[in-house]
């Protein structure tokens, strides 16, 4: 069994920065892409930046320029350095990665979330 646990979310004002943390721990193989998600109060999950395990990005349009996702192959960690915070950052951060098994599986992993919370 694979887990993901993150860790930095907090309570930030608006302009500062936070960096947030996510590692896979448990019976691994491969994992492939990793990445973050958000979930604002009263919206649905939305992508906010992922990393294939060859380093390509995707970013959602609102955070290119100021978050940068960045990951470990070695440690299984992937980071999410953000900039430049904002009121509408404000939400539950989730990791997400896909495990691939040595017969062929690929399973869509979550973290718990954690909570970022940016005061203007």
């Known amino acids: 069994q694979v887990q993901l646990v993150e860790s930095g979310g907090g309570l930030v004002q608006a302009g500062e920065s936070l960096t947030l943390s996510c590692v896979a721990s448990g019976s691994i193989f491969r994992i492939n892409t990793m990445g973050w998600y958000r979930q604002a109060p009263g919206k649905q999950r939305e992508l906010v930046a992922t990393m294939t395990r060859g380093s390509t990005t995707n970013y959602a349009d609102s955070v290119k320029g100021r978050f940068t996702v960045s990951r470990d192959n070695a440690k299984n960690t992937v980071y999410l350095q953000m900039n430049k915070l904002n009121a509408e950052d404000t939400g539950v951060y989730y990791c997400?990665?896909?495990?691939?098994?040595?017969?062929?599986?690929?399973?869509?992993?979550w973290g718990q979330g954690t909570q970022v919370t940016v005061s203007s």
């Open positions: 997400n990665a896909g495990h691939a098994t040595s017969w062929g599986a690929v399973y869509d992993l």
